[in-house]
Nanobody, 115 residues
Framework: QVQLVESGGGLVQAGGSLRLSCAAS????????MGWYRQAPGKQRDMVAI???????KYADSVKGRFTISRDNAKNTVYLQMNSLKPEDTAVYYC?????????WGQGTQVTVSS
């Protein structure tokens, strides 16, 4: 059974930084892509950043230049370095992994940015 375990969320002041981690386990297949999505209260879940197994990245316009996604393939772990955080970055952040054409989700980790 595939599991995605996230860590690294918390409360930070505007302008601060946080680093999220997501470790995937329970799969014998290669992971095609891993990424991060976020959902603020009353809003839909939106893509934040995606990193493919080939190294291609995609970022939401709102986080370009502030967030960086990286991956340790040996550990099946993806990271999201978030700098210059803004109050509008406040949301539950979800890890996503595409494995054998199926999408899996983590349980989510809360990120709160105070002004």
């Amino acid at each position: 059974q595939v599991q995605l375990v996230e860590s690294g969320g918390g409360l930070v002041q505007a302008g601060g930084s946080l680093r999220l981690s997501c470790a995937a386990s329970g799969t014998r297949f290669s992971i095609n892509a891993m990424g991060w999505y976020r959902q603020a209260p009353g809003k839909q879940r939106d893509m934040v950043a995606i990193l493919t197994s080939g190294g291609s990245t995609k970022y939401a316009d709102s986080v370009k230049g502030r967030f960086t996604i990286s991956r340790d393939n040996a550990k099946n772990t993806v990271y999201l370095q978030m700098n210059s955080l803004k109050p509008e970055d406040t949301a539950v952040y979800y890890c996503n992994a595409n494995i054998n054409q199926l999408n899996y989700w983590g349980q989510g980790t809360q990120v709160t940015v105070s002004s």
